[in-house]
């Protein structure tokens, strides 16, 4: 048995060796050490053994059959290797036509506009921060003047991340004002964009993960007018025009006053599908600092003032080309992707 096995690996890298085409080598592989090879015949006679050589008979199958198939594998690899040096020196082979084409990505509205926002601001003179998404109840409400048990907490359905409820998803972009007031010294100016998350159901309008941009200007003497200049600023470089806007009182414990801030539809002058025939649309919340929020974040109220806006991103690319669904963003859809 043992000359046997000797013989079979000697014929079989003999065969491997000489073998021409990956044909010649599917032949080897079958005679060698397919179901009905050469190897499995040998293996097939192992029971009528005596017990004692059993065992390193079926050790010594298994070792060649594996090493037969190794050389199969190298030898395939060098035929190969072979057949397109044999075409390049041939001269069918021609560098210089272009390569299989590759699927090429391209960047998420999502990422384009705020790259655009960034830049504004940049412009501006404002420094860009950003804050963490899974954020502690204290700067997601407390600091923001939201309480426990504060009706406004009902505004923003949250998902909390413990039985405790200490660590939240951040439902606002809003938290990064402490964080900022705390880390910073006044005057500054920064804006904050990032994903916020809110315990709702989608619709076409509505995420339960969307994004904002969050500014913040502390100074001494800001006034409201400070506040809609820079958005007016800001809108005018974004459409490439100027555009009005108005405010509205709207309730954010973190400002007082606090405003919605409207602009005039920028796509028709009687009212339209975007601006649901009304010639505005909602673009963010705003207004003037609270002064236990800046005591909050370190700054005192009596020297220092200041003013803040957050806006959906979101809202702001669909209302920029259109997009009659917020779900898209997420949706995955390549058709809806390739667009931008
Ligand atoms: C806020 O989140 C305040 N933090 C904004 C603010 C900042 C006010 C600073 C004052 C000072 P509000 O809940 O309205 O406010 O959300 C702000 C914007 O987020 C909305 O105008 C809207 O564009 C967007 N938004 C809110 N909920 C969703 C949602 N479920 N899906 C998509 N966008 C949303």
Redesign the pocket.
């Known amino acids: 048995m043992e000359n046997r096995l000797k013989e079979l690996r000697q014929s079989a890298l003999k065969r491997v060796e000489a073998a021409a085409s990956e044909e010649d080598l599917r032949a080897v592989t079958r005679e060698f050490i397919g179901k009905q090879g050469a190897v499995s015949e040998l293996l097939a006679l192992i029971p009528n053994l005596p017990p004692a050589e059993r065992g390193a008979m079926g050790k010594g199958a298994n070792l060649l059959k594996r090493s037969i198939g190794d050389a199969i594998s190298e030898r395939k690899l060098a035929l190969e290797a072979l057949a397109l040096d044999a075409q390049r020196a041939g001269g069918d082979f021609d560098p210089s036509l272009p390569g299989a084409p590759q699927m090429r990505g391209s960047l998420h509205p999502l990422t384009l506009v705020r790259r655009e926002v960034e830049g504004i601001f940049s412009s501006m003179g404002y420094s860009i921060l950003d804050g963490p998404e899974v954020e502690l109840d204290y700067y997601n409400f407390q600091a923001l003047n939201i309480p426990e048990h504060h009706p406004a907490r009902e ?2 359905d949250t998902f909390y991340c413990d039985s405790g409820g200490k660590l939240v998803m951040r439902t ?3 938290p990064v004002q402490i964080r900022a007031m705390e880390s910073l010294s006044p005057p500054f100016r920064v804006i904050a964009p990032g994903r916020v998350f ?1 315990n ?1 159901e989608a619709d076409a ?3 339960h993960t ?1 994004h ?1 941009v ?1 500014g913040l200007v502390v100074g001494r003497d800001i006034t409201v007018g400070h506040l809609t200049g820079v958005l007016k600023g800001f809108l005018r470089q974004l459409f490439q025009r100027d555009l009005d806007v108005r405010l509205r009182p709207g309730y ?1 414990p ?2 007082e006053p ?1 405003f919605e801030l409207d602009i005039r539809c920028p796509f028709c002058e009687e009212g339209c599908r975007v601006c649901k025939k009304t010639c505005w649309v ?1 673009f ?4 003037l600092v609270h002064p236990t929020v800046l005591e909050a974040g370190g700054i005192d109220p009596e020297a220092w003032t200041g003013f ?5 991103l ?2 702001l690319v669909m209302l920029r080309h259109g997009i009659d669904d ?1 779900r898209h963003f997420m949706g995955g859809d390549l058709r809806f992707l390739e667009q931008f």
């Open positions: 505004m923003q606002q972009t809003s809110r709702e309008t509505h995420e969307f904002q969050e954010f973190f400002v606090g909602e963010c919340g705003c207004g803040a806006f957050g806006f959906g979101d809202r917020i």
